[in-house]
């Protein structure tokens, strides 16, 4: 242990803590850098980071197989606790100029109505069976919502959940259920392996991190066909792309089976976007899909052009679109008509309604 490397990685998590910023990145020849809402603010009053400092500073926080890894040119996540009052969910991998390290801070559990969220996705924790996707770009809250969602459970209902993650982001507390948390790489080989044993066992609830492949993705389709009620999340940006996503990633010959169990296994996919607010913070503009007769059946026929104007005209289902989410945020004084215009999926739409 280097002592100058722990105080500095210290010393920049005090400051992280202290403007609450939501990430901190570390990369050589840069000072180190911190996200603020939106901003990426660099520490002016830092020095510019050596490989050396980025080294022993992932040395600190890594364990040996997993700095062998790093200097093997992989990937890694990993999970980190300052003084355990800052859990952060962080990576690390090299590039040309050195390894570089991302620690992002993960708040406690928060609930639905807390993050500002509709009221309607509390009827997803309800279900005895069925696959909920919640889908966005990275940094935009998913882990966050899919916890909210599964502490909602949590607290109302006597279950078995089991989450399966890759690290472990938020830690839960037994309530009314019991909650089995399973890191990949420390507690199961891999995504499927955790999946698969969960068969073997009395588990009501599914929550996994990510679904990163076809054999990830095919377990978690036949978990939600078989009696669990399954969350998960993908790096779309909505209901349709998610679908092709899913189904693009099987061999063409396995597609329409792939179809097939889709339409009858997913109960909803929920799209989500965080925007800074006028007034300070962020708000999440979101597209809601619940899987009725007719989009399943559009699911079915490989049909998903069609999905979007399903999800325009089917408020009265409980259906949400990502313009009239905007335009509601605008009306609220939250944003502004140009945001608006930036996170909208369907500009020329968004014409007709601002």
Request: glycine share 6%; aromatic share 6%; charged share 25%.
């Amino acid at each position: 242990m280097n002592n100058d490397y722990k105080q500095l990685l210290e010393n920049l998590l005090l400051t992280v803590q202290r403007e609450n910023a939501s990430d901190l990145h570390l990369s050589p020849g840069r000072k180190p850098i911190m996200r603020v809402e939106t901003e990426l603010i660099p520490l002016a009053n830092r020095d510019v980071l050596t490989k050396e400092d980025t080294i022993g500073i992932l040395k600190e926080v890594v364990t040996e197989d997993q700095l062998a890894k790093v200097m093997n040119i992989e990937e890694i996540d990993f999970a980190y606790s300052f003084h355990d009052e800052l859990r952060m969910r962080s990576t690390a991998y090299v590039q040309s100029d050195g390894v570089n390290i991302t620690f992002r801070v993960i708040q406690e559990v928060r609930e639905l109505r807390e993050l500002n969220l509709p009221q309607v996705l509390e009827q997803f924790t309800q279900k005895e069976q069925g696959l909920f996707l919640v889908v966005g770009p990275v940094g935009q809250g998913k882990s966050t919502t899919m916890a909210a969602m599964i502490s909602m459970i949590n607290h109302n209902r006597r279950e078995h959940i089991v989450t399966i993650e890759n690290p472990i982001e938020y830690l839960f507390h037994d309530d009314q259920s019991i909650i089995d948390q399973r890191a990949v790489g420390i507690d199961t080989k891999s995504f499927e392996t955790g999946l698969k044993s969960v068969f073997r066992q009395d588990v009501n609830v599914i929550m996994v991190g990510e679904m990163r492949n076809p054999e990830t993705i095919s377990t978690v389709v036949t978990a939600a066909e078989t009696g669990h009620l399954v969350f998960s999340t993908l790096h779309t940006n909505n209901a349709a792309q998610t679908i092709d996503r899913i189904v693009d990633s099987f061999p063409a010959n396995q597609q329409n089976q792939v179809r097939t169990q889709l339409a009858g296994s997913l109960i909803g996919i929920f799209s989500q976007r965080l925007i800074k607010s006028q007034r300070g913070g962020m708000v999440p503009a979101y597209e809601l899909m619940i899987n009725t007769t007719a989009t399943a059946n559009l699911i079915r026929e490989g049909k998903t052009y069609e999905i979007n104007t399903v999800i325009e005209t089917g408020a009265e289902q409980g259906m949400v679109d990502m313009n009239k989410s905007l335009v509601e945020l605008v009306q609220a004084g939250h944003i502004t008509v140009e945001d608006a215009y930036r996170h909208s999926l369907n500009p020329k739409l968004l014409d007709s309604m601002i």
